[in-house]
């Protein structure tokens, strides 16, 4: 089968975050399975930075190879893509994203052409390529080397829709009649991503959790309706993790190595974390990490009002990232307060993210929402226990343990509050203390595989089904 990736930011030549990586490992799984396949990205200034070859096509098109023979192609405009930011600047997103995202996808169904490479489906990702299903059915619908392809959209995460004014509907090159509530309009504004579910020939999200919760008002961000008009036509494939990167057999940036056979390495990762953190070093106490953005979504405001109640449980917290200034303040005033027992990292680290899914026994997500989520996985895979809120992949893959003994995997709180949050640490800290239980619990998850291969059959599925 004939496979196109669309997306913005392909891991390893552009990256903001999970979506590169998502982008970048999808296309090397379909090919280890004996898919053709090849990807479409702008070409940005930090491009040229990845370390691989790449080398000119044609005049406004270049192109490199990652994996065994996965062509990955750039579309080229300096005016469009040649700047530091993918998306933005400090000062808030480029004015002209419109334009920038609009000629990236018309000029990736060009592309095909050139290149002669017909598709038996392109799979576009978020907003920025969601043109691609619109464009196809119709700037190109009376052409018959297009006539056979099919589009699929993986929504990532519904919070980011490509909105634009009105005014700016004529950039686009389509039928006035478009802008309508049938199509790309959504409270007086261009909405893109409403554009390519409408025009998509099918769409998944990242969990299956995801795709029944984006069905409802609280999770849709406004797109209910429009989604419920194509829930047939609606999958969740769960992201997969990189096992290549995210092994502790394996792993170069952790103290020490160890695997599902023998555990015991944690016990060193975690002293040395200790240590590495300025933390008091201690085995017999628990230790929970949390790495990732500090915003609201993430569930920070939930662990900065439950704080001072889990500094009296006796354990240990390291957290690593960064986001809003508001939460950089509560958390550095609370750091300041505990310096024995919470270590603060304001930083992106990527050696010290490794250290702290290794030496912790705990993995923090009180995620408002989570689409897929690959914290939990890879906790999972170096024998940490994640505490999650239940929601969209979190739901998917994390199975309270006092609900469900037999399947239970991790602790999970159904009421988005402090009290059920501080009840899943504090039967976690249980758990914990019964020594015997929790060294089954660790060795269960440790055997846990949710490699990209299981994911890509899954997509291969649904490509065969199109």
């Not at 203390?433 to 997509?459: H, M, P």
Request: with cysteine; glycine share 8%.
């Amino acid at each position: 089968m004939k496979i196109a990736i669309c997306s913005s930011e392909v891991v390893p030549f552009a990256k903001t975050g999970g979506l590169a990586d998502v982008c970048g490992a999808l296309p090397l799984a379909l090919e280890n399975l004996n898919q053709e396949v090849i990807i479409a990205m702008p070409h940005y200034a930090c491009v040229n930075n990845s370390g691989i070859a790449i080398k000119k096509l044609k005049p406004g098109f270049s192109c490199a190879t990652i994996g065994r023979n996965v062509k990955v192609y750039f579309i080229e405009n300096d005016q469009y893509y040649n700047r530091t930011g993918l998306y933005g600047d400090k000062t808030g997103d480029y004015q002209d994203n419109l334009l920038r995202f609009s000629f990236y996808c018309r000029k990736t169904l060009e592309l095909l052409k050139i290149i002669d490479f017909a598709p038996d489906v392109i799979n576009c990702n978020d907003w920025h390529s969601a043109l691609i299903p619109v464009y196809l059915k119709t700037h190109f619908v009376n052409d018959s080397f297009y006539k056979k392809i099919k589009t699929v959209l993986t929504i990532h995460n519904m919070a980011y829709q490509g909105l634009f004014p009105r005014e700016e509907f004529s950039y686009l090159d389509l039928d006035e009649s478009l802008f309508s509530k049938d199509g790309f309009e959504f409270y007086g504004k261009i909405n893109l991503l409403k554009g390519g579910i409408v025009f998509a020939d099918y769409i998944t999200t990242v969990s299956q959790g995801y795709a029944q919760e984006i069905l409802t008002k609280e999770f849709s961000c406004g797109l209910e309706e429009v989604l419920r008009k194509r829930s047939n036509d609606l999958f969740g494939i769960i992201n997969g993790l990189d096992y290549s990167i995210w092994n502790p057999k394996t792993d170069k940036q952790i103290f020490l190595n160890y695997d599902r056979s023998d555990l015991s390495g944690k016990k060193n990762n975690k002293e040395e974390l200790q240590r590495f953190c300025g933390l008091g070093v201690k085995n017999d106490i628990p230790l929970l990490g949390f790495v990732g953005r500090l915003a609201q979504q993430k569930g920070i405001d939930l662990l900065s009002e439950s704080f001072k109640e889990i500094g009296k449980l006796g354990i240990q917290v390291v957290i690593l990232g960064t986001g809003e200034h508001k939460y950089h303040a509560l958390l550095e005033n609370i750091a300041k307060q505990n310096p024995q027992s919470f270590s603060l990292n304001l930083k992106f680290d990527d050696t010290l993210a490794h250290r702290i899914y290794a030496g912790c026994d705990m993995f923090l997500m009180p995620s408002q929402y989570e689409p897929c989520g690959l914290g939990q996985m890879i906790s999972f895979k170096y024998a940490t226990i994640p505490i999650v809120y239940r929601s969209g992949g979190l739901a998917d893959t994390v199975f309270d343990l006092n609900s469900n003994s037999e399947d239970g995997n991790g602790f999970v709180f159904t009421s988005y509050t402090k009290e059920a949050f501080l009840d899943a640490i504090k039967r976690a800290i249980s758990t914990y203390f019964d020594r015997g239980t929790w060294q089954k619990l660790i060795e269960k998850v440790a055997t846990y595989n949710f490699s990209w291969e299981e994911s890509a059959k899954k997509y291969i599925e649904l490509y065969n089904r199109i």
